[in-house]
């Protein structure tokens, strides 16, 4: 799945082979395995209601009175067992787990048997099960089944390692298109209804089943290995051209990669209106949000990498994930960091322009990854809310570690080890450590050990290294957090500069401390060659002063490195803010756009820092250092410009127009909104947005009916987006007209979150955001998907302002433990905002006085 998003020719030894299943009190036993399952649901969009019957051949390995399966908001209508001509009548009670019971009047013996099963159910209006989507008068039915939600459409023995094959059989209204992950083996009609069977699925987990049921139109997915077509809800077939133009290529860089065919008879796309996720790798019918597959022809550089980083990632997910299945959900982490580390791969072989060989991964993970109680990547996992907790941050780590391998062994010899473990574990289910043997195998380092440290501990070290060369490592955290002692195994790839020559070698540190004489005499150290590592690293003031004269010896990915690595010192507590500024400066001053706009991204993290008494400072600061750079690049995109180029104008216009309170850039802005809202060809959306935001913090009421009309209008997902999201208005009036618009069918359920962040991330004082949701709770959270009702103070609610943390804390103590999975979300909230506030009492002073400066 990416968030933002996912089978062995004799079933039986599947299970039974490599690692049997734990019996714990959260899953099914052991003694009862299914080989096969068909499941036949009589389905139509147009109602809520629906009814469905499963036969699953089972084999029961030990003489028992009873047979467990799952569902959940089902009812069970009947369930029986049957062996040849013989029935068992089965009582179905409920009990933990989502778990079922099916009891026998006498024991069942050993042996083969059927489970039958009827039910009733109904289509529910959030965005996971089976779930309804009405989009411009249409209803579509979709699924999202990963991770606990297959047992809501049909009762299953819904866990990763009982990978069989499937057979799904939809009756609908003839009318509608069905799809499901393999090919229709038959169709029928009478009075109206279809019924369609669709091929036996080759061995896969309940979670990557799928289908789909509307009034779709559809494009064909020419130059696959396989069949395929896109499905898009009625009329949009013609916004897949560029997706179409593109899948093939990234499929062909997998199977190159993995060198094994994509594993599967067809291979559908389906855009859906309403996904709480960017994207799902159902076997052979992945569902994407919307937004990702409608785009235009050919879209600007800087909105590219969205799409096809995203299908990169749900293609990967079909080997790594489909073909290979992790045994049980506490290494799903494994499955996502793989996928996203596939992807960015995919990304630098075939679309070098996009730049993501410069991006630095471990960035998106180090901010969570530094919580105090921020929880390993490895944890036990029982139920729904347990996935959940700090997915985010295990898709961006796991990544990481997998890219330090890398670094460490060699692209080539990652493959050879990634294809080896392909070919081991085909069709069936492995643990993490079958990957760190299948590396270990085809390298010289003990790959394990590393690993343990990193995925069993939270966290990551910060590495110091004094002039005398004294390596010390501790677990890295902000000015004022309290961490526990820990210590890694930690890969330094080391470049150091002795006597005027630079010098480069790899050393492993896993001791607190480590002497490594050959740095004693260095003019400087950098421990992270390109920019690899999970830690963070500290040298002496007088070795970074001599690295910053010398930067013509980093790549770009390096000098972000040192810039990032600095920032994160002054959190920490361990440099002051004058010895990030110059950093700063010295880089924003660099020759190569990716890394002047990492200076400016650096910039913008000291906005919490910036109240009423030191804005005119810091627009002074701004409008001193950066608007030359602005003017420069100018707002109009040219020819032949780069995107790091264009990421750096988005960036700095995006700063300068909210903080430099520059009156020409604000009238610009409300010249580019305003032809935008009429014409959404008209400026890259991108520049729109930020022109939205502008404009709306500086007043410009009137302009949102014209914004809410556009969107009415528009067919783009992504301009839709761009016109509701970007609004910045503070007062309360339009504060509440924004807000009470994401309670209408305007927006989608899944949508319903964004637009409440969207507002909450803008109000200085929040004051009526949390009368407005103490005044709509219920609607809300019935409207919302259960994931974004559970992580709502997380997305919602972090803040750096005491008096909005007291709000929020007066507004969670009532519920917070009534829906699941939000207390852990509120802790998460709760940390984050004690850090900045810790911060903002460290720097506050500092960063005034810096400021200063500019106003004399
Ligand atoms: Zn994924």
Same mark, same amino acid.
């Given at each position: 799945?990416?968030?933002?998003?996912?089978?062995?020719?004799?079933?039986?030894?599947?299970?039974?082979?490599?690692?049997?299943?734990?019996?714990?009190?959260?899953?099914?036993?052991?003694?009862?395995?299914?080989?096969?399952?068909?499941?036949?649901?009589?389905?139509?969009?147009?109602?809520?209601?629906?009814?469905?019957?499963? %036969?699953?051949?089972?084999?029961?390995?030990?003489?028992?009175?009873?047979?467990?399966?799952?569902?959940?908001?089902?009812?069970?209508?009947?369930?029986?067992?049957?062996? *040849?001509?013989?029935?068992? #009548?089965?009582? $179905?009670?409920?009990?933990?787990?989502?778990?079922?019971?099916?009891?026998?009047?006498?024991?069942?013996?050993?042996?083969?048997?059927?489970?039958?099963?009827?039910?009733?159910?109904?289509?529910?209006?959030?965005?996971?099960?089976?779930?309804?989507?009405?989009?411009?008068?249409?209803?579509?039915?979709?699924?999202?089944?990963?991770?606990?939600?297959?047992?809501?459409?049909?009762?299953?023995?819904?866990?990763?390692?009982?990978?069989?094959? +499937?057979?799904?059989?939809?009756?609908?209204?003839?009318?509608?298109?069905?799809?499901?992950?393999?090919?229709?083996?038959?169709?029928?009609?009478?009075?109206?209804?279809?019924?369609?069977?669709?091929?036996?699925?080759?061995?896969?987990?309940?979670?990557?089943? !799928?289908?789909?049921?509307?009034?779709?139109?559809?494009?064909?997915?020419?130059?696959?290995?396989?069949?395929?077509?896109?499905?898009?809800?009625?009329?949009?077939?013609?916004?897949?051209?560029?997706?179409?133009?593109?899948?093939?290529?990234?499929?062909?860089?997998?199977?190159?990669?993995?060198?094994?065919?994509?594993?599967?008879?067809?291979?559908?796309? %389906?855009?859906?209106?309403?996904?709480?996720?960017?994207?799902?790798?159902?076997?052979?019918?992945?569902?994407?949000?919307?937004?990702?597959?409608?785009?235009?022809?050919?879209?600007?550089?800087?909105?590219?990498?969205?799409?096809?980083?995203?299908?990169?990632?749900?293609?990967?997910?079909?080997?790594?994930?489909?073909?290979?299945?992790?045994?049980?959900?506490?290494?799903?982490?494994?499955?996502?960091?793989?996928?996203?580390?596939?992807?960015? +791969?995919?990304?630098?072989?075939?679309?070098?322009?996009?730049?993501? !060989?410069?991006?630095?991964?471990?960035?998106? #993970?180090? *901010?969570?990854?530094?919580?105090?109680?921020?929880?390993?990547?490895?944890?036990?996992?029982?139920?729904?809310?347990?996935?959940?907790?700090?997915? *985010?941050?295990?898709?961006?780590?796991?990544?990481?570690?997998?890219?330090?391998?890398?670094?460490?062994?060699?692209?080539?010899?990652?493959?050879?080890?990634?294809?080896?473990?392909?070919?081991?574990?085909?069709?069936?289910?492995?643990?993490?450590?079958?990957?760190?043997?299948?590396?270990?195998? %085809?390298?010289?380092?003990?790959?394990?050990?590393?690993?343990?440290? +990193?995925?069993?501990?939270?966290?990551?070290?910060?590495?110091?290294?004094?002039?005398?060369?004294?390596?010390?490592?501790?677990?890295?955290?902000?000015?004022?957090?309290?961490? =526990?002692?820990?210590?890694?195994?930690?890969?330094? =790839?080391?470049?150091?500069? $002795?006597?005027?020559?630079?010098?480069?070698?790899?050393?492993?540190?896993?001791?607190?401390?480590?002497?490594?004489?050959?740095?004693?005499?260095?003019?400087?150290?950098?421990?992270?060659?390109?920019?690899?590592? +999970?830690?963070?690293?500290?040298?002496?003031?007088?070795?970074?002063?001599?690295?910053?004269?010398?930067?013509?010896?980093?790549?770009?990915?390096?000098?972000?490195?040192?810039?990032?690595?600095?920032?994160?010192?002054?959190?920490?507590?361990?440099?002051? &803010?004058?010895?990030?500024?110059?950093?700063?400066?010295?880089?924003?001053?660099?020759?190569?756009?990716?890394?002047?706009?990492?200076?400016?991204? %650096?910039?913008?993290?000291?906005?919490?820092?910036?109240?009423?008494?030191?804005?005119?400072?810091?627009?002074?600061?701004?409008?001193?250092?950066?608007?030359?750079?602005?003017?420069?690049?100018?707002?109009?995109?040219?020819? *032949?410009?780069?995107?790091?180029?264009?990421?750096?104008?988005?960036?700095?216009?995006?700063?300068?127009?909210?903080?430099?309170?520059?009156?020409?850039?604000?009238?610009?802005?409300?010249?580019?909104?305003?032809?935008?809202?009429?014409?959404?060809?008209?400026?890259?959306?991108?520049?729109?947005? &930020?022109?939205?935001?502008?404009?709306?913090?500086?007043?410009?009421?009137?302009?949102?009916?014209?914004?809410?009309?556009?969107?009415?209008?528009?067919?783009?997902?992504?301009?839709?987006?761009?016109?509701?999201?970007?609004?910045?208005?503070?007062?309360?009036?339009? $504060?509440?007209?924004?807000?009470?618009?994401?309670?209408?069918?305007?927006?989608?359920? !899944?949508?319903?979150?964004?637009?409440?962040?969207?507002?909450?991330?803008?109000?200085?004082?929040?004051?009526?955001?949390?009368?407005?949701?103490?005044?709509?709770?219920?609607?809300?959270?019935?409207?919302?998907?259960?994931?974004?009702?559970?992580?709502?103070?997380?997305?919602?609610?972090?803040?750096?302002?005491?008096?909005?943390?007291?709000?929020?804390?007066?507004?969670?103590?009532?519920?917070?433990?009534?829906?699941?999975?939000?207390?852990?979300?509120?802790? &998460?909230?709760?940390?984050?905002?004690?850090?900045?506030?810790?911060?903002?009492?460290?720097?506050?002073?500092?960063?005034?006085?810096?400021?200063?400066?500019?106003?004399?």
């Amino acid at each position: 799945m990416r968030r933002v998003i996912a089978l062995l020719s004799c079933a039986l030894m599947l299970i039974t082979s490599h690692v049997s299943a734990k019996d714990v009190e959260y899953r099914l036993p052991s003694s009862i395995t299914p080989t096969f399952q068909q499941i036949h649901l009589n389905i139509d969009p147009d109602t809520p209601a629906y009814s469905g019957t499963t %036969v699953i051949d089972i084999t029961v390995k030990e003489d028992t009175k009873k047979v467990g399966f799952y569902q959940q908001d089902l009812t069970v209508t009947g369930a029986s067992l049957t062996s *040849g001509d013989n029935t068992i #009548a089965l009582s $179905v009670s409920e009990g933990d787990y989502n778990m079922n019971w099916g009891s026998a009047e006498d024991t069942i013996a050993k042996g083969k048997y059927k489970l039958h099963i009827t039910f009733e159910g109904e289509i529910n209006k959030s965005s996971d099960g089976m779930y309804l989507s009405s989009f411009e008068g249409r209803n579509y039915i979709f699924t999202q089944f990963e991770d606990m939600h297959a047992r809501k459409a049909f009762p299953s023995f819904d866990e990763p390692a009982f990978k069989i094959p +499937y057979q799904m059989t939809i009756t609908s209204p003839e009318k509608q298109v069905v799809v499901s992950n393999t090919p229709v083996e038959s169709r029928s009609v009478e009075d109206g209804m279809q019924t369609v069977k669709f091929e036996k699925t080759k061995p896969m987990p309940t979670y990557l089943i !799928a289908y789909t049921v509307g009034p779709f139109d559809s494009a064909e997915l020419t130059g696959l290995s396989v069949p395929g077509k896109v499905y898009v809800p009625k009329g949009y077939a013609d916004k897949t051209k560029f997706i179409v133009k593109h899948t093939p290529e990234i499929l062909t860089a997998l199977e190159n990669f993995f060198d094994i065919k994509y594993p599967y008879k067809k291979l559908d796309f %389906v855009a859906v209106p309403n996904f709480t996720h960017g994207a799902m790798e159902n076997v052979g019918l992945i569902t994407y949000r919307d937004s990702l597959l409608l785009l235009e022809d050919n879209p600007p550089l800087t909105e590219r990498s969205g799409p096809l980083n995203v299908i990169a990632h749900e293609l990967a997910h079909q080997w790594f994930g489909n073909l290979v299945t992790m045994q049980w959900w506490d290494d799903l982490w494994l499955n996502e960091a793989f996928a996203s580390w596939a992807a960015s +791969y995919t990304m630098k072989e075939l679309y070098p322009e996009l730049n993501f !060989a410069e991006r630095i991964v471990q960035e998106g #993970a180090f *901010g969570a990854d530094a919580s105090p109680t921020v929880k390993p990547v490895k944890k036990v996992v029982r139920i729904q809310p347990d996935v959940m907790d700090g997915l *985010g941050l295990n898709y961006s780590k796991g990544e990481s570690i997998l890219q330090m391998i890398e670094s460490l062994i060699g692209t080539e010899k990652f493959r050879e080890g990634v294809r080896n473990y392909m070919n081991t574990h085909a069709w069936r289910n492995t643990v993490a450590d079958d990957l760190w043997a299948a590396l270990d195998g %085809v390298s010289d380092f003990n790959l394990s050990a590393m690993m343990k440290a +990193y995925l069993e501990q939270p966290g990551y070290p910060l590495i110091s290294i004094d002039s005398d060369g004294k390596v010390t490592q501790s677990r890295f955290h902000y000015a004022g957090a309290d961490v =526990k002692a820990q210590t890694w195994a930690v890969p330094l =790839k080391l470049t150091y500069k $002795v006597n005027g020559k630079i010098k480069q070698e790899v050393v492993f540190i896993d001791k607190k401390t480590t002497r490594l004489p050959q740095l004693a005499e260095a003019e400087w150290v950098f421990p992270n060659d390109d920019a690899t590592g +999970y830690f963070r690293w500290a040298i002496p003031a007088s070795q970074l002063n001599a690295l910053l004269n010398d930067l013509d010896a980093l790549n770009n990915r390096e000098k972000k490195n040192v810039l990032y690595n600095t920032q994160a010192l002054l959190n920490a507590g361990e440099v002051g &803010i004058d010895s990030v500024m110059p950093v700063l400066n010295t880089l924003a001053q660099d020759d190569e756009a990716v890394v002047k706009r990492a200076a400016v991204g %650096v910039l913008g993290q000291f906005t919490y820092l910036v109240d009423d008494s030191n804005r005119s400072d810091y627009a002074l600061l701004l409008t001193q250092e950066y608007m030359p750079v602005l003017n420069q690049l100018t707002l109009s995109p040219s020819e *032949g410009e780069t995107e790091s180029e264009i990421k750096l104008r988005n960036s700095l216009y995006g700063l300068l127009g909210t903080y430099a309170n520059n009156d020409a850039l604000i009238k610009k802005s409300e010249k580019l909104a305003k032809q935008y809202i009429s014409d959404p060809t008209s400026v890259p959306s991108a520049i729109a947005g &930020i022109a939205i935001a502008v404009s709306t913090k500086h007043g410009n009421p009137e302009m949102f009916d014209n914004i809410i009309a556009a969107y009415k209008q528009a067919e783009l997902p992504n301009v839709k987006q761009t016109l509701l999201y970007s609004m910045r208005y503070s007062d309360t009036e339009t $504060v509440n007209k924004m807000l009470d618009i994401a309670l209408t069918d305007l927006v989608t359920p !899944a949508n319903t979150l964004y637009m409440v962040v969207s507002v909450a991330r803008n109000l200085d004082d929040q004051t009526a955001l949390y009368a407005w949701m103490d005044k709509n709770l219920d609607a809300l959270i019935s409207k919302m998907p259960e994931y974004h009702v559970s992580r709502m103070p997380e997305f919602v609610s972090r803040t750096c302002d005491t008096a909005n943390f007291k709000r929020a804390e007066d507004f969670y103590a009532p519920i917070k433990d009534k829906y699941e999975g939000m207390a852990r979300s509120y802790t &998460i909230m709760v940390d984050s905002t004690q850090q900045c506030l810790r911060l903002k009492d460290t720097f506050q002073d500092d960063f005034n006085r810096y400021l200063s400066e500019y106003a004399n």
